[in-house]
């Protein structure tokens, strides 16, 4: 299965079992968690052995650094580490949010196909709004030109066939923040747990 067949799985999963579910006790973030993520939730250092450098900004080895990381990420303090491509630097200007109208018990399986696509980065499933908003089925499309896109969403739609009942698509106007929530530098007044955030402009493009 391609990971972006898997990404889909998770997402049609998780909206199965219910929106954006909030566990019972946030993480706790130790003090080396905490400078860790300081350091590196603009990046990770741009050098041979980024998680040396860190170590030594630290005062710390770098088998500390990296066992923080592996522990944050298996108690799901951080989601995953991975390069972060510009995909408008790369050509690919041309965004639309593709919306489709499928039968529900087939949103699973028509989600998985639909994420398998290697032009597909994004797949939901959304509840419907009727009588306004009839779209269950959300896939985020990339390209260099609408053309371009036009023919992907047509690829789209021959994979769904008679199962796609109506669909649309909400092109990318402009960019309109850059970043993801930040860390507070400091721990919030009240915040046993440590692990207070402050919502810093989240990467969005305007659709």
């Given at each position: ?48 052995r980024?998680?040396?450098?860190l ?12 066992d923080?990381f592996?522990k ?13 491509p ?13 919306v489709?109208?499928?039968?529900d ?48 969403i ?9 199962d796609c009942?109506?669909?649309?698509v ?6 309109l ?12 007044a ?17 659709e």
């Open positions: 299965m391609s990971d972006s067949s898997s990404r889909c799985e998770t997402l049609m999963n998780n909206c199965q079992t219910g929106h954006d579910q909030i566990a019972d006790s946030p993480p706790v973030l130790s003090e080396l968690d905490r400078k860790l993520i300081l350091l590196t939730q603009k990046g990770l250092p741009v050098a041979p980024p998680y040396h450098v170590a030594a900004a630290l005062g710390v080895t770098a088998e500390e650094v990296m923080s592996r944050m990420l298996d108690s799901g303090k951080i989601r995953r580490i991975a390069a972060v510009n995909h408008y630097k790369l050509g690919y200007r041309t965004n639309g949010m593709t489709w109208d499928v039968p018990d087939k949103v699973k399986e028509l989600g998985q196909a639909m994420g398998a696509l290697p032009f597909v980065s994004h797949c939901y499933h959304r509840p419907r709004h009727l009588p306004l908003w009839s779209y269950n089925l959300f896939a985020m499309v990339h390209g260099k030109s609408k053309k371009e896109v036009a023919g992907y047509e690829t789209i739609s021959t994979l769904l066939g008679e009942r109506a669909s649309d909400l092109y990318s106007t402009r960019i923040k850059k970043t993801g929530l930040r860390i507070a530098a400091e721990p919030v009240g915040n046993e747990s440590n692990t207070a955030v402050e919502a810093g402009p989240e990467k969005t493009i305007g």
